[in-house]
């Protein structure tokens, strides 16, 4: 076969990512090779001046990983690590993502390599301008629509949505999403991501015949998904028996009243100064004993060192790739149960979905409405993924995997990108 790519653009995770799941019986004889690499990447440098006067370059990527079921998806981070490997790999796991709760669309990433801490807010715009003006032909409504990630937020979107309209010349709200309301954001986007995983939690347990109101529930990190997700948990009846902050862990065998967790929070304070449970560290949290563990913090944090002291009966990943490989063959040998990212934590696009599709209709939803469509779409996609799991007597992950690779298979035959199996 004609060799078209260097070995270098083929991703490696996403390889063994789709080797892994290849083995599943609705896969067998595929070809895979079209989700081996993405479709489209780019690397600017952009030049920006700062408020010394001096023009500095900052290094930045688009990658549109697949685009066969719909227009790119997926966010933007400035971070001083980022580079094409990490962007492509987030760019293949978000067409994962669509394709698994059936969203129309496909996978993209951006990134700007760039430490937000060391500069000020007139340079981080001068820099979200810069990117638009550089990537402004590779994205649109109907191409890429870029949204926030790491250390950027609707402040960041609207300065880009700006900069896309003069380009543009039209007002283009579709673009990009997670938007300020004023500008065409969605209502409930703050808490989709929390929302969506409750969602997801209490369908499973109910297949479980047991039920939010008796599990124990210890949830790492308390931003936005963390902090949204006990406070649903919580008011839906479930025990939250521990929380956590980067410092510190709260735990309380009878239940920590989040309410309180999150007035504690909102003064400024560290949990380190919360009046009721026990401190406990982060590294503690994880090795609870409890029916559910949902890390909602940052990446790899079930790992070689900590996966054999795990004890939860089940995990449900709301932070993105916070069990590593290695740990999750290990948990899935000992029954652990593990609620793959792909369908935990896929609130926020579903919600940026609709805010989207909002943008081009021009009609606007009210948050009830909004939360009536995302409980639909997660209980189905959530119903697909555990039919899919029973049928092939393969683990949550696998199964979430293999639905959407089926999907976006599909969607490149439908096309005529797929070799046809010999005769
Ligand atoms: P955030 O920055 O608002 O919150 C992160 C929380 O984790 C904070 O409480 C922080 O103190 C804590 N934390 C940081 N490092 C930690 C560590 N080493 N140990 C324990 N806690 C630590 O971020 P977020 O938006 O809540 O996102 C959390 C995770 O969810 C990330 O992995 C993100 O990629 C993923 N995610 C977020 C969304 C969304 O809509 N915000 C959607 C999908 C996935």
């Known amino acids: 076969m004609e060799e078209t790519w260097d070995r270098e653009v083929i991703c490696e995770i996403c390889r063994v990512q789709l080797s892994r799941a290849a083995i599943a019986k609705s896969l067998t004889g595929l070809d895979l090779s079209v989700l081996e690499q993405p479709k489209r990447l780019i690397n600017i440098n952009l030049a920006v001046r700062m408020d010394n006067g001096k023009v500095r370059f900052f290094p930045a990527y688009r990658v549109l990983y697949n685009d066969a079921r719909g227009p790119g998806k997926g966010g933007i981070r400035f971070h001083p690590n980022v580079h094409m490997e990490e962007i492509k790999e987030l760019a293949f796991l978000m067409a994962l993502k669509c394709a698994c709760t059936d969203i129309p669309f496909g996978g993209a990433k951006g990134g700007v390599k760039v430490d937000p801490k060391?500069?000020?807010?007139?340079?981080?715009?001068?820099?979200?301008?810069?990117?638009?003006?550089?990537?402004?032909?590779?994205?649109?409504?109907?191409?890429?629509?870029?949204?926030?990630?790491?250390?950027?937020?609707?402040?960041?979107?609207?300065?880009?949505?700006?900069?896309?309209?003069?380009?543009?010349?039209?007002?283009a709200p579709a673009v990009i999403t997670g938007k300020p309301l004023e500008l065409g954001g969605s209502q409930g986007r703050d808490y989709s991501t929390s929302l969506g995983g409750a969602i997801v939690l209490r369908e499973y347990l109910a297949k479980k015949k047991s039920g939010l109101k008796k599990a124990s529930i210890?949830?790492?990190?308390?931003?936005?998904?963390?902090?949204?997700?006990?406070?649903?948990?919580?008011?839906?009846?479930?025990?939250?028996?521990?929380?956590?902050?980067?410092?510190?862990?709260?735990?309380?065998?009878?239940?920590?009243?989040?309410?309180?967790?999150?007035?504690?929070?909102?003064?400024?304070?560290?949990?380190?100064t919360f009046p009721k449970g026990k401190k406990i560290s982060n590294e503690e949290l994880l090795e609870l004993k409890v029916d559910v563990l949902i890390p909602a913090a940052v990446e790899d944090q079930v790992n070689d060192s900590n996966k054999d002291n795990i004890q939860a009966k089940t995990i449900l990943e709301m932070a993105n790739g916070p069990v590593t490989p290695t740990a999750d063959d290990l948990l899935d040998r000992k029954g652990v149960e593990i609620i793959p990212d792909i369908l935990a934590n896929s609130g926020g696009v579903m919600v940026s979905y609709f805010e989207w599709v909002q943008n081009r209709n021009g009609k606007y939803w009210e948050e009830k409405e909004v939360n009536a469509m995302l409980e639909e779409k997660m209980v189905k996609a959530f119903n697909e993924v555990h039919a899919l799991k029973e049928e092939e007597k393969i683990n949550y992950r696998k199964a979430a995997y293999v639905l959407a690779i089926k999907r976006i298979l599909k969607a490149e035959e439908l096309r005529g990108n797929l070799s046809k199996p010999s005769k």
Do not use: C
Not at 121 to 139: D, Q, V
Not at 235 to 256: H, L, N, P, R
């Open 118 to 171: 060391k500069h000020s807010e007139h340079e981080m715009e001068r820099i979200s301008r810069a990117y638009i003006r550089e990537f402004a032909h590779f994205i649109g409504p109907d191409t890429d629509i870029p949204a926030p990630d790491v250390n950027t937020n609707s402040t960041t979107m609207a300065w880009m949505l700006n900069e896309y309209e003069k380009i543009v010349g039209h007002s």
């Open 218 to 272: 210890a949830v790492q990190g308390f931003g936005n998904v963390g902090m949204h997700m006990a406070r649903i948990l919580f008011e839906w009846g479930a025990k939250i028996v521990a929380v956590s902050d980067s410092s510190t862990g709260i735990f309380d065998s009878g239940g920590i009243n989040v309410k309180k967790a999150i007035e504690h929070k909102a003064t400024g304070k560290s949990f380190e």
